[in-house]
Every structure is written in structure tokens, then in C-alpha cells.
């Protein structure tokens, strides 16, 4: 040691350099250690350092040192001094190893390296740990691991939230204003959305927020909820292969961000209260919330009295002059606007490619009606439906949506705030107006909205289908009706769920609106319904009911039968009404496609009776369609009950009867939906 200093082959007023000292103090260091002596290694240190004491060099040796040999806080003092140090550049080494200590602390890897690492950084002092995070924070290119560090410096320190929130959020604005790809930009939306926000929002949170700034990250978040629910949703409303739904643990971390934002704003309007029991739905809540917020609005804004006024007031304008008080406007827009957003999300969840919403009143279901120069519609109608949920977040956000538009200073405020979220430019908002229309019974307005949107798909056809009907205007409804069960093929087959029971709709209530599932037989089923509704107008209140029609109608009365056994009865006493009054009248009924298309049994026993009945002849079968069977009873080319031929009314029992062999197994959903396309067409 005592020769450290003398170079015996240089003059002696030749000093060696001190850089050239501090290398050969490492060198001999690190050669003892090589040999196994540490503590000649730790005297090669502490010379060093009484002569370098500030060099990182040989304290990041000593470091080194200490973590081979495993010793915690020696190597943590080392680094200590080192991160202690200002105004001093960083060795890449010493940098590479900083990064290794915030790599084991964010991860969760417990291999012998990482837990040293994260054992080290335990071991510093807070000051130290804060200083250390901030340095490798400063030290990154990446501005996503950036942003990573900033965050976690603030969870270990909430403390300094009030220091480092603003720096935080101006390099994600630096970050997205660079950024080259919209992956990107999802990924600063998620980090400040579900990581960022929660920090700086939460109760240990000192940070000093301006009213701007809690409405800028507002707007923000809310613009990233509709940005992942709603926008780019609905490419295609009748298949929701590509609808990407909100899964239950997103919208969960949504709502808590926006619970707190409601804490920090003391905003008690801004979200519902949980409207859940585990799993089950607590109906009213939704509407309950939305009447809270319009009877704050109502409380906030007075009409104003001034003396300047030169007139009456119009209290029931929408124009009347209104004052606000300040931020409960903002309130009470943020409120209703994302309670509206929320529902139109759940709504279409529930409804896209599985659902259509369609109109089905008492004038539908019941006896045929003339077609009315005046229809006083409800503005509200009953739903039938057994979800709860779907029928509450529907009404909800038909309400709030109406409510933020019945005010021009609402309306203004909304589209001012919220343009930059795009909903009202989204198809899922499209739709939604579409099924107002139908909700709200502007019919005439649906119709010129479907034959503007040029849209040929299942749902439209049947909501022109409903809104024509509705309409009374029922050739249009036939029209539609008929391209509906064309559609049936890109439809697809009954689900189990489909299956279950469904709420039947009462005649004695007004307007009903109902949702139909997106499947054959649920729309078949309604096209028929709506077929049998038009031609009812068009064959019962006639004043000569034609055979086609009532033949008809007896054909589709078979669907889903007994349901329309009273539209059967109807026709056949229409028949028979055609022989009232003279008893020489006699009177034939028509109708060819009777043997292909008539399978029913009660409808056959029933026609059993006309056979019988006096001045009733019947003429079922088309002369070039004679079957085998009865073709020796008669030489008749057309079946008929017709008195000059005796075995007549054989040959048309003899029909019935082998009609009443197929019963079992020829009611299939094909033969309507041909039926319909071949035959009803004619009289459309």
C-alpha cells in the first residue's frame, strides 16, 4: 500500500494522473476479489474513496461488491451515495442497474435476481426510493414506460400526486400528439382512464385540482366510454359478430372512476346508485335517478322577472328566458348525458342482432277496423317484455336524451361538450331514433326514415312493416310483409332461449309495443300475424268477401293454431252468410290450393259440416290435381258438391279424409312461408 503512490520509474516531480490512480485502486480491488480476498478488496475501496469520494466509479465497484457477497445494506448505502450525488452524469452501467431495481419492483417474477432487486429497493429510504423512481423516469426514451413510472411513483407516494399529477398528464398529451398509431392512443386512454385517474381522484390524493382540469379529464373519460362502447359499433344491426361488447369488469372499473368523480366534483347526480342485488336487477332505480336530475335543473332555473320586460311571458316556451346558477347547469348536463350514454350502451347489448323492436296495438290484434282520418297515439305505450333491464335502460334513455333536447341552452351545452365523443354521429344512435319513431308512434315519420336510409335488411322491413300497419295503411304493411318472409332465408334458426314463454299482449291497453326475437319463427310469426291483420280489411269488411281471400285467411290461421281459431270461425260463418234468406239459394265456395295447403283437423271437420250443409257447394281441388284415391268415385274434372253428381259429396269427404292422414306432419313452417310467397302475393 505505501508504494501506492511512487512510481519508482518516473523522475519524482512527475505525479501520476488521478484518473490513472482511481483505475489502478479498482483494478487491484477487483484482482483481490478474483483471489479471494475480500477484505484486502474492501481496504483497495476505502482507500480509494478517502481519495475519491465522490467518484461513482468506485462506488458502483463497491456496490457490485456487496451484492455478489449479498450484503443488502452495504450495497444500498452504495447506491445511495451514488443516486445522492447531484449534478453528476450516470455511467451506463450504473443505469442499466437502476433499471433492473425498477424492473423487479413493478413485476411480480420471484426468480433470486428479482427479489434481490426488489429487497434492495426496500431497503432505501423514501427520499431515496422517490428520487430513484424519478430518475429512471427522467432517463426514459419510451413514453409509455415513462408514464408507467410517473404512475407508480405516485401509488408508492401519494404525497407527491400533487407534484407529479401535472407532469404526468402533460406527457401523455406530448405522448399522444406523437403517437403513430391509434393502438397507441387506446393504450393512453386505458393508462389514464383506469390507472392515472383512480390514483389522483382517490381520497389519500393531495392533489390540488382546478374545476377545469376535473371537467377536462371528465370529458375525457367519458369520451373514451363511448369511444369503446358505442362508436364503431353496429356495422352491420343484424349479426353481432362484430359488436365488441363491454365486458362486466370494464364497466365495473368505469363506474368507480366515475363514483369518483362524482366525490371530487360533489356531483351526487353525475352516476346512479348501484342498481344491482348480485345479479338481479332493481327495476325504477335508472328512472328514479333521471327524475332526480330534472327536478334539480328544475330547481336551479328560475324564469326570469326582470322589470326590463316588455310583454307576457310564454312560462310554457321552451325560449322563455331562463338564469342559470352557475356550475349545477354543468351538473345536471354531465348527469343526464352519461346516464343517457350508459343506457344506449346496455340497450344495445341487449337488443343487436338479437332483438326488433316493433309496434303491435289493439286495432292489430283484434276485429278488422276502417282505416282512421284521425289516430290519437300515446306518447308512452306499454312494453311488453319480461327484462326489466332492457325495457327500463330503453325508457331511460329515450327520457334523457328528450329532456337534454327540450331546452335550447341544454341543447347547446350538450353539442358544445360532447361533439368531440361522435354518439350523435354513431349508427348505435341511429338506431336507437329509430326505434323512438316506432316507441313514440310517428309513423309516418319511421317510414320516410327507412325509405331514406335505403336499408333492405330484416329490421328495417319489419319496423316499416309495424309502422304501416300502425298507419292503417295496409297495403304498404302487406307489401313489406311479403319482402319480410322473402328476408327469412338470412335469418337465422330458433335458439333455446328463444323458446321460453313470452309475454302476450293485451287488447285492452292502447298503444303495445313488443321486441321480437331475431330468429324464423319469431318473424314469420309476426309476418303472418300482420298478413292475416291486412287481409282481414281487405276480404271481412268487404261487401263481397272474395273465396281467395277467405281461403286464405283459412290457410294461415293454421299457424300456431288455436291462436286464431276465432279469425276461422269468422270466415266460415262468412260462408255460411252468403246462404241466409232464400232457402233455393245456393251458393259455391272456391279455393283450389285448399288440398295442398290445409291440413288442420278441426278446420277439416269443420268444412266436413259445409258437405252436408244445404245450398253450399264446395270446389277444393284443381281439376288437373285428382288424386288416385277418389278418382273412381266420379269422372268429374273438378271436385265439387255438386247435386247432379251423387257421389259429389264422397269424392269431397273422401278429400277431407286424406287431408286428415297428412295433419301430423305437413303443418311445417315451409309450407306457410311458401304459401305466402306463391299464393298471397297475388293479392297484394
Not at 27 to 49: E, P, Q, R, V, Y
Not at 228 to 253: C, F, P, W, Y
Not at 472 to 477: E, F, K, R
Amino acid at each position: 500500500m505505501g508504494t501506492l503512490f511512487k512510481n519508482q520509474n518516473t523522475d519524482d516531480n512527475k505525479k501520476m494522473p488521478a484518473e490513472d490512480i482511481e483505475n489502478f485502486c479498482i483494478k487491484k480491488a477487483k484482482l483481490s476479489i478474483s483471489n479471494g480476498d475480500s477484505n484486502l478488496a474492501k481496504s483497495w475501496f476505502l482507500a480509494a474513496s478517502n481519495l475519491f469520494p465522490d467518484s461513482h466509479a468506485i462506488k458502483f465497484e463497491q456496490y457490485l461488491q456487496a451484492k455478489e457477497e449479498g450484503r443488502l445494506m452495504d450495497a444500498c448505502r452504495h447506491l445511495d451515495e451514488i443516486f445522492s450525488q447531484k449534478n453528476q452524469s450516470m455511467s451506463v452501467n450504473i443505469n442499466q442497474e437502476m433499471q433492473k431495481i425498477i424492473t423487479a419492483v413493478k413485476g411480480t417474477i420471484n426468480s433470486p435476481s428479482s427479489t434481490f432487486y426488489r429487497n434492495l429497493f426496500n431497503c432505501f429510504s423514501p427520499a431515496a426510493q422517490h428520487r430513484l423512481l424519478l430518475d429512471v423516469a427522467n432517463l426514459c426514451a419510451d413514453p409509455m414506460e415513462a408514464c408507467q413510472l410517473m404512475l407508480l411513483i405516485m401509488k408508492k407516494f401519494p404525497n407527491k400526486i400533487n407534484e407529479h399529477a401535472s407532469n404526468l398528464l402533460q406527457l401523455i398529451k406530448r405522448a399522444e400528439e406523437n403517437q403513430e398509431s391509434l393502438r397507441n392512443s387506446d393504450y393512453f386512454n386505458k393508462l389514464l382512464v383506469f390507472d392515472i385517474l383512480p390514483v389522483i381522484l382517490s381520497p389519500e390524493s393531495n392533489l390540488d385540482t382546478s374545476l377545469s382540469l376535473m371537467l377536462s379529464l371528465l370529458d375525457r373519460t367519458i369520451e373514451f366510454y363511448c369511444h369503446i362502447s358505442i362508436i364503431g359499433q353496429l356495422k352491420d344491426e343484424e349479426t353481432i359478430n362484430d359488436l365488441h361488447v363491454m365486458d362486466k369488469e370494464t364497466e365495473a372499473r368505469f363506474e368507480d372512476v366515475f363514483n369518483m368523480f362524482g366525490k371530487r366534483l360533489g356531483w351526487d347526480l353525475l352516476v346512479c346508485e348501484e342498481h344491482r342485488t348480485q345479479e338481479s336487477f332493481l327495476s325504477g332505480i335508472i328512472l328514479a335517478h333521471l327524475q332526480k336530475i330534472k327536478k334539480f335543473f328544475q330547481d336551479i332555473t328560475t324564469v326570469s322577472m326582470s322589470s326590463e320586460a316588455d310583454g307576457p311571458i310564454d312560462l310554457s316556451s321552451s325560449n322563455a328566458k331562463v338564469d342559470y346558477r352557475g356550475i349545477h347547469v354543468s351538473q345536471v348536463i354531465y348527469g343526464a348525458f352519461l346516464l343517457f350514454v350508459r343506457c344506449l350502451h346496455k340497450y344495445m347489448k341487449e337488443t343487436a342482432g338479437k332483438l326488433i323492436l316493433v309496434e303491435q296495438g289493439a286495432s292489430y290484434k283484434g276485429d278488422p277496423v276502417k282505416k282512421r282520418k284521425i289516430h290519437l297515439k300515446s306518447s308512452s305505450p306499454i312494453i311488453f317484455t319480461d327484462n326489466s333491464e332492457l325495457q327500463e335502460n330503453f325508457t331511460a334513455a329515450l327520457q334523457a336524451i328528450e329532456f337534454l333536447n327540450q331546452d335550447y341552452n341544454l341543447i347547446k351545452e350538450t353539442s358544445t361538450k360532447f361533439q368531440a365523443t361522435k354518439v350523435f354521429e354513431s349508427r348505435v344512435y341511429e338506431m336507437l331514433k329509430q326505434d323512438c319513431l316506432i316507441y313514440r308512434g310517428n309513423h309516418d315519420e319511421c317510414v320516410k326514415s327507412l325509405e331514406a336510409s335505403c336499408k333492405t335488411n330484416v329490421k328495417s322491413c319489419l319496423q316499416s312493416i309495424s309502422a304501416a300497419l300502425m298507419s292503417y295503411n295496409y297495403s304498404l304493411a302487406l307489401k313489406y310483409s311479403l319482402d319480410g318472409v322473402s328476408m327469412l332465408t338470412k335469418v337465422p334458426e330458433s335458439k333455446e332461449e328463444d323458446d321460453k314463454p313470452k309475454m302476450e299482449c293485451n287488447n285492452n291497453y292502447g298503444r303495445q309495443v313488443v321486441f321480437i326475437n331475431y330468429n324464423r319463427n319469431d318473424i314469420l310469426t309476426y309476418c303472418i300475424e300482420v298478413i292475416i291483420s291486412c287481409l282481414k280489411d281487405r276480404v271481412l269488411l268487404s261487401v263481397k268477401p272474395s273465396d281467395l281471400g277467405l281461403g286464405h285467411l283459412i290457410v294461415l290461421s293454421q299457424y300456431n293454431w288455436p291462436k286464431e281459431v276465432d279469425l276461422f270461425l269468422k270466415c266460415i260463418a262468412t260462408i255460411r252468410k252468403k246462404v241466409t234468406g232464400s232457402p233455393t239459394t245456393t251458393v259455391k265456395f272456391v279455393y283450389l290450393h285448399f288440398c295442398d295447403f290445409i291440413f288442420n283437423p278441426d278446420i277439416l271437420e269443420e268444412f266436413m259440416s259445409l258437405v252436408n250443409a244445404k245450398g253450399i257447394t264446395l270446389e277444393i281441388k284443381d281439376q288437373g290435381k285428382v288424386t288416385p284415391q277418389i278418382s273412381k268415385f266420379s269422372k268429374s274434372k273438378t271436385m265439387t258438391t255438386r247435386g247432379v253428381n251423387k257421389n259429389a259429396k264422397e269424392e269431397i269427404k273422401t278429400i277431407l279424409v286424406n287431408q286428415m292422414k297428412k295433419s301430423k306432419f305437413i303443418l311445417e313452417p315451409s309450407l306457410f312461408t311458401n304459401f305466402i310467397l306463391d299464393h298471397v302475393k297475388d293479392l297484394s
